[in-house]
């Protein structure tokens, strides 16, 4: 709007200067060189006007001219530009679908359009593992950390093929320098923690866990398992180097982090009884079965409280039951305590309400039934059907990886097989056809009595809580 105005403005203004011209013609007189010319005063600014225009037009013809090479030269330049980028578009598509050969040709006419390695390096790098060069994508990513622009992809490629080949001493050289140079970047943080915790650094694990909670990669609630996994694991080491007021002080943060997590629970109650807390040792272990009771928590308990006669350790197995009565867990250990002290019909009890609740029975109820019914009863008919059920019935609870199904009889960090970190849970492992894991093989005439007779259905304890019987002292 403003400029239509403006533009009427001047043309107002045009025509103004125009008809004052006309009204006011004077007279002009020119003389130079013997020549004499008159005219009037509006025909020579008019003169004056068509020169001035003539001029600028032919002076922009002049620069159109000049240009014109220019032009030419710039517009195949972005001809080529095009038909390289469009190029190694087609190069990165082929790379994602596989095709080999595409990929090669697509990155090599990229490299001859772009003339521009910092963009095709990569290309070729991945055209190049396509046909299994490693060498060829080992050199190409070697030579795009010449280039800053292309630094940290030469870096994540050369610390992805380092994990290929399970190289993980370049895979960590790698991650640590990626972190160095993007410390903002999500996935060096989390990579630099995963081969940090594979190699058991875990100071520097831990390092990187606090930096990815630092720049909001990971949230703080995410972060407070593998912290509290970190800190016990630190703990130990302090208190392997002499440290121990520094092994109890992580203890006790990766129990105030996790209090879930048993083995931390099992180490802060130690590390107190062994800086002579006897009794903040013991209402640890009270705490944490009144969370989630678990074998190591009555071992390391009966451990604390001198519980070696039979019945020392049923009083103390009662009154550690007092912090969680009602769960099936309590009722196992229980009734292998009553065992032990000889007091069939606290066991019986105590095994009669495992067996009432709804979840199939387990390989060791099955093998306390065996033990009690030949303990009270000398009954070995009994006895003997109890083992053959034991055979056939749930696998107890273990520690089970939860990503390659691995069991083990003690909680690790490191899963021995597929080596992920703090992937030990406690659970019942997958069912083996024949034979359960951690159970006794059945006799052969057990088993061909089993075909002849069907056991009886029996119940268990939740999964997660089961309290093996080998747990407890013999």
Not at 428 to 439: D, K, L, N, S, W
């Amino acid at each position: 709007m403003l400029r239509a105005l403006w533009f009427v403005f001047l043309l107002g203004l045009l025509a103004a200067a125009t008809m004052w011209l006309a009204n006011n013609p004077g007279h002009v007189s020119l003389d130079w060189q013997g020549y004499v010319v008159e005219t009037s005063a509006a025909v020579l600014v008019s003169v004056i006007v068509a020169f001035a225009i003539l001029s600028a037009l032919v002076y922009r013809f002049w620069i159109f001219l000049r240009g014109v090479p220019a032009g030419v030269s710039r517009h195949r330049r972005e001809g080529r530009r095009r038909r390289g980028y469009l190029a190694l578009t087609r190069g990165m598509v082929a790379v994602a679908a596989g095709d080999t050969g595409e990929a090669k040709r697509q990155a090599k006419r990229a490299d001859d359009l772009l003339e521009e390695p910092s963009l095709t390096m990569l290309l070729s790098a991945q055209s190049a593992q396509l046909t299994g060069d490693e060498k060829a994508a080992e050199n190409f990513f070697n030579e795009m950390l010449n280039n800053p622009d292309t630094e940290f992809l030469g870096l994540r490629g050369l610390l992805n093929q380092a994990m290929k080949l399970e190289n993980h001493a370049d895979a960590l050289k790698w991650a640590r320098r990626a972190s160095r140079l993007k410390p903002e970047s999500e996935w060096a943080a989390r990579t630099m923690f995963d081969l940090a915790s594979r190699d058991g650094l875990w100071t520097e694990a831990e390092e990187a866990l606090a930096s990815a909670v630092h720049k909001k990669h990971v949230s703080a609630a995410d972060a407070r398992r593998p912290r509290a996994v970190l800190s016990h694991l630190l703990s130990v080491e302090a208190e392997t180097s002499g440290d121990r007021a520094k092994a109890l002080k992580l203890s006790k943060k990766a129990c105030d982090d996790a209090p879930e997590l048993i083995p931390a629970q099992v180490r802060y109650a130690e590390l107190l009884e062994g800086s002579g807390k006897h009794r903040k040792a013991i209402n640890t272990l009270e705490g944490a079965w009144g969370a989630a009771p678990h074998p190591e928590l009555a071992q390391a308990y009966w451990s604390m409280t001198g519980s070696e006669d039979a019945m020392d350790r049923m009083k103390t197995t009662q009154r550690l039951a007092g912090f969680n009565p009602k769960h099936p867990a309590t009722s196992m250990v229980l009734a292998r305590a009553a065992l032990d002290a000889r007091l069939w019909g606290d066991a019986r009890q105590k095994l009669g309400l495992i067996g009432s609740s709804d979840e199939p029975a387990t390989n060791s109820y099955c093998q306390l039934m065996a033990e009690l019914e030949e303990a009270e009863h000398s009954d070995m008919v009994a006895a003997r059907e109890w083992l053959v059920r034991a055979a056939n019935a749930e696998p107890d609870p273990t520690w089970v990886c939860t990503n390659c199904g691995n069991a083990a009889n003690s909680w690790t960090a490191l899963c021995g097989s597929c080596g992920g970190f703090d992937t030990f849970q406690w659970h019942r492992p997958p069912r083996v056809p024949g034979q359960i894991a951690g159970t006794p093989e059945v006799p052969k005439l057990m088993a061909a009595d089993a075909d002849e007779k069907e056991p009886a259905k029996l119940s268990a304890p939740e999964a997660s809580t089961d309290i093996d019987a080998q747990g407890a002292p013999q």
